[in-house]
T-cell receptor
Framework: AQSVSQHNHHVILSEAASLELGCNYSYGGTVNLFWYVQYPGQHLQLLLK??????LVKGIKGFEAEFIKSKFSFNLRKPSVQWSDTAEYFC???????????FGTGTRLQVTL | DGGITQSPKYLFRKEGQNVTLSCEQN?????MYWYRQDPGQGLRLIYY???????QKGDIAEGYSVSREKKESFPLTVTSAQKNPTAFYLC??????????????FGEGSRLTVL
């Protein structure tokens, strides 16, 4: 079965620290990959996505993610986090149909001042 | 403003009662979805609809029902058959015309608590 795994459930960082959130998927064939973010009290929104091409994709607010096919991974990174990055982050994957989008369990990021 | 409106934001229900959550969108999207969000379990798909008067079960449809009588509306009923209904419910939509973007647009959610 298709699945998405996020092994970091809760991450606490100080401002200016670097961030890397893990995401692994188990899909056969072509896969589209996404990171969504849910800020406190706000709706879930797309952070970035990978369909094909350059495996390093850049999203909003300085986030980037790297697709490593051999490792079935799509880790999210940010060189220097800010307090405003406190949120829950979800990795997701599909095979070209939104109705088949599978989400990971989410990682709660807490950034302290 | 274009977007998805969910109501109510908070809802309390007694055991054995059905409750209906509203979801309205003015994005002119063809597809609409209902997800359930539980701590540590991420988002799980309950139902989705790609066209008016048609909908499909997702991964956890048992104990839920939906209707799609209008393109802009996709209400979810949590029935008394749902064994563990206390959760955060998210409605989303996406376009089906044009190039596939994969992006879902979400509402702010409805938190249901069963007493």
């Amino acid at each position: 079965a298709q699945s998405v795994s996020q092994h970091n459930h809760h991450v606490i960082l100080s401002e200016a620290a670097s961030l890397e959130l893990g995401c692994n998927y188990s899909y056969g064939g072509t896969v589209n990959l996404f990171w969504y973010v849910q800020y406190p009290g706000q709706h879930l929104q797309l952070l970035l996505k990978y369909f094909s091409g350059d495996p390093l994709v850049k999203g909003i607010k300085g986030f980037e993610a790297e697709f490593i096919k051999s490792k079935f991974s799509f880790n999210l990174r940010k060189p220097s986090v800010q307090w405003s990055d406190t949120a829950e982050y979800f990795c997701a994957a599909d095979t070209g149909t939104a109705s088949k989008l599978t989400f990971g369990t989410g990682t709660r990021l807490q950034v302290t001042l | 403003d274009g977007g998805i409106t969910q109501s109510p934001k908070y809802l309390f229900r007694k055991e054995g009662q059905n409750v209906t959550l509203s979801c309205e969108q003015n994005l002119n999207h063809d597809a609409m979805y209902w997800y359930r969000q539980d701590p540590g379990q991420g988002l799980r798909l309950i139902y989705y609809s790609q066209i008016v008067n048609d909908f499909q079960k997702g991964d956890i449809a048992e104990g839920y029902s939906v209707s799609r009588e209008k393109k802009e509306s996709f209400p979810l009923t949590v029935t008394s058959a749902q064994k563990n209904p206390t959760a955060f419910y998210l409605c989303a939509s996406s376009p089906l015309t044009g190039a596939y973007t994969g992006e879902l647009f979400f509402g702010e959610g409805s938190r249901l608590t069963v007493l």
